[in-house]
């Protein structure tokens, strides 16, 4: 079985000052790490993957996160916030299943407000 | 290259009443899978269908179905509805086995039961 914890529903920032947005993955198989970002009122957009290999991650609009197996971590991290990024965060867990069939496991999601 | 569409984006139904949702993956990808997003219950996994046989399924009662189309489109219906039903419903598709295997997801269908 599979699941995720992120800690901190809510997570505020200022503008400018990093984000650190945090979760922890339970996975009896080697996972495969996800994060996806929500707009309001629109589907979820990917930033970044995990599948094997280097264990830093970029992804898409400056993110990145880092694989530590030891810690069963994957936390975003972003250096410098834009007002644009105020948004919901979810990370999501998968291994495939022997029939290839992929199924997310999300967590409950950090929303994210940058201030002025 | 178009993205995963579902129509309708929004839905009124009264409880009771059943209701199909449709999702046209992004071209070539064979992968259909839906979820249902609740303020509640988050991000649940409904089910994924490929080559148009329903190959996985998450934890939701008979009243949830869907179907795949030779074109790889997808339906979900629900039937006999509940309040409990309203939701966001989101499809996402991919292609199995290649280096950007990965699900992309559609806008979504909001519904709401009354």
């Known amino acids: 079985a599979q699941s995720v914890t992120q800690l901190g529903s809510h997570v505020s920032v200022s503008e400018g000052a990093l984000v650190l947005l945090r979760c922890n993955y339970s996975s009896s198989v080697p996972p495969y790490l996800f994060w996806y970002v929500q707009y309001p009122n629109q589907g979820l957009q990917l930033l970044l993957k995990y599948t094997t290999g280097a264990t830093l991650v970029k992804g898409i609009n400056g993110f990145e996160a880092e694989f530590k197996k030891s810690e069963t971590s994957f936390h975003l991290t972003k250096p410098s916030a834009h007002m644009s990024d105020a948004a919901e965060y979810f990370c999501a867990v998968s291994g495939l299943t022997q029939g290839g069939s992929e199924k997310l496991v999300f967590g409950k999601g950090t929303k994210l407000t940058v201030n002025p | ?114």
Not at chain 2, 16 to 42: M, N
Not at chain 2, 105 to 111: A, Q
Request: glycine share 10%; aromatic share 12%; hydrophobic share 25%.
């Open chain 2, 1 to 114: 290259k178009a993205g995963v569409t579902q129509t309708p984006r929004y839905l009124i139904k009264t409880r009771g009443q059943q209701v199909t949702l449709s999702c046209s993956p992004i071209s070539g990808h064979r992968s259909v899978s839906w979820y249902q997003q609740t303020p509640g219950q988050g991000l649940q996994f409904l089910f994924e269908y490929f080559s148009e046989t329903q190959r996985n399924k998450g934890n939701f009662p008979g009243r949830f179905s869907g179907r795949q189309f030779s074109n790889s489109r997808s339906e979900m219906n629900v039937s006999t509805l509940e309040l409990g039903d309203s939701a966001l419903y989101l499809c996402a598709s991919r292609l199995p086995g290649t280096v950007t295997d990965t699900q992309y997801f559609g806008p979504g269908t909001r519904l709401t039961v009354l």
